[in-house]
């Protein structure tokens, strides 16, 4: 027995000393040699917005496996799976024809259909709380553009179409002008359905509070390509040494919204991913378990690349060591949830434990989803999305026309890296975490 713990002790120790020295090493290789610049360059200035089922996703993982393989990955392919009829945008045209006559700031929410030319219709408001208000709103909504300030979940689609509505304006959830944008197959609205920015929604509300109904011109030219696609995730391997197929999975969405060029959701998740794997070939590191790198598809339509790719690797989630999904732009790493899981924090702890020389890294007794990890997390894997700074995330860039390089923090971006790098190269070569139920 003495001599069994003394062997425990001894590999723990020398489990510590490995990453000890890898630390520094990853650190070092991607402070001097980083290119997670060029990369963003290239996929958001050169390649630009890739939405799911476009041209633009395709030649974006054409260019990831294209730099996966230069990182020295190997199995680099594509995973396809039924994304169905993929949503194309077109011209949006609003304005007033009463009031001032202003243009207003509308755009189509995706995967709904359009108006089929412009039509004339005036506005009403529609907020309410509860469902029982909301069926007591519908008559008075026949024919008009209906303002949806507020009504609540359970509302049915069916019932405003069935209302005769002429269209739908939900308000963007930003503020400075900043379009939003949202929608996937089976949400709500799908049928001349718009998102206007908040301050032209107040303009709206505001002549409808002094007894003056607006009466707009709206056009929405966006709908549906007439055949189904097959949507893809790009897979890539770095071998681990050790026999038995246990693996760390790194994962962003190389998928963006369409009105920009998506630099930080997730042009940023995405080459940092790319970053831990070209630091460790370039440093000589071999993990024992195999790190893999998936970047999904679908992921604003409702995380379905990861679904799609649990659905399809269901015979390997066991092998499955842990899962770090980085979605919240390009801010310093400030923590790691540990989601809860008294199991999950001790390992985590000592995975961590060698990015104290980029500040207090904490785990914080907390869970946090919305991303592809909660795929993972919810059949039971240890799935983990790192806190971030969030700069002007939430509020401007994300799912916004201003979602550009510009609005990345290059020096917080590194240190991402370099935290992902060192808590992907603990969990390749340390303790097991176990699964839950």
Request: hydrophobic share 45%; glycine share 8%; aromatic share 6%.
């Amino acid at each position: 027995m003495a001599r069994y713990l003394l062997a425990l002790l001894l590999a723990a120790a020398s489990t510590h000393a490995t990453a000890q020295a890898a630390a520094p090493a990853l650190i070092a290789e991607i402070a001097a040699r980083s290119e997670m610049q060029r990369n963003l360059e290239e996929l958001c200035d050169d390649i630009g917005p890739r939405m799911t089922g476009t041209p633009g996703l395709q030649r974006a993982q054409e260019w990831a496996m294209r730099k996966l393989a230069s990182y020295g990955a190997v199995n680099v392919h594509l995973e396809a799976y039924e994304l169905g009829r993929p949503w194309q945008r077109g011209r949006a045209h609003a304005r007033l024809l009463n009031a001032n006559s202003l243009p207003l700031n509308v755009m189509q929410k995706a995967w709904t259909k359009g108006t089929r030319g412009a039509i004339r219709a005036d506005v009403a408001l529609l907020n309410v709380k509860t469902l029982a208000d909301f069926n007591a709103a519908l008559p008075r909504l026949k024919g008009k553009i209906v303002l949806a300030e507020s009504s609540p979940r359970e509302a049915p689609t069916q019932a405003l179409r069935d209302a005769g509505v002429a269209a739908v304006l939900q308000v963007s959830g930003k503020e400075d002008g900043l379009q939003d944008m949202w929608g996937g197959p089976g949400q709500r609205y799908d049928s001349n359905a718009g998102i206007i920015t908040r301050e032209h929604a107040n303009l709206l509300k505001r002549l409808l509070a002094r007894g003056i109904t607006p009466r707009l011109e709206l056009a929405l030219d966006g709908g549906f390509a007439a055949k189904s696609v097959q949507a893809h995730n790009v897979v890539a391997d770095f071998p681990g040494s050790e026999p038995g197929g246990e693996m760390v999975i790194l994962g962003a969405h190389l998928d963006s919204w369409d009105l920009s060029s998506g630099a930080t959701d997730n042009g940023a998740g995405v080459v940092t991913m790319l970053e831990v794997m070209r630091a460790m070939r370039a440093t000589g590191l071999q993990p024992k378990r195999t790190l893999r790198v998936v970047l999904f598809s679908g992921e604003e339509q409702g995380l379905l690349g990861s679904k799609a790719y649990v659905a399809a690797h269901r015979d390997e989630l066991a092998r499955i060591q842990a899962v770090l999904v980085q979605d919240a732009g390009s801010g310093r790493i400030l923590a790691f949830p540990d989601m809860q899981e008294e199991a999950w924090y001790g390992p985590m702890s000592a995975a961590l434990a060698p990015t104290k020389a980029l500040g207090e890294i904490d785990l914080h007794y907390a869970k946090g989803l919305g991303s592809d990890h909660e795929t993972f997390y919810k059949q039971g894997i240890p799935a983990f999305t790192p806190l971030q700074e969030s700069r002007n995330y939430r509020t401007h860039t994300q799912h916004s026309q201003v979602d550009t390089i510009d609005h990345i923090d290059h020096a917080d971006l590194q240190q991402a890296a370099q935290v992902t790098a060192i808590l992907a190269w603990g969990l390749l070569d340390g303790e097991r975490l176990p699964h839950i139920d």
